[in-house]
């Protein structure tokens, strides 16, 4: 359950929802408690988040794909 309210934290600031918004729409009364229980996600959502293996692979597919019709 701790995952899954930080991936909807760090989804929530990506957003653009501050600290304290983000705490309220998580359940939690102040945002001292969400900053406790969840130090640096902030920084954390604000990385630029990793591209997944499929869709690295799609990209590349979709690339190449690419550069062949334009050879035509």
Known sequence: MTEQRKA???????DGCNINETA??????HASSF???????????????RPRLAQANFTQTANS???TANSF
């Open 8 to 14: 909807r934290a760090i989804s929530f600031i990506r």
């Open 24 to 29: 309220t729409k998580l359940g939690y009364a």
């Open 35 to 49: 900053c406790r229980k969840f130090p640096g996600l902030r920084k954390k959502a604000m990385e630029k988040p």
């Open 65 to 67: 794909f690419s550069q």
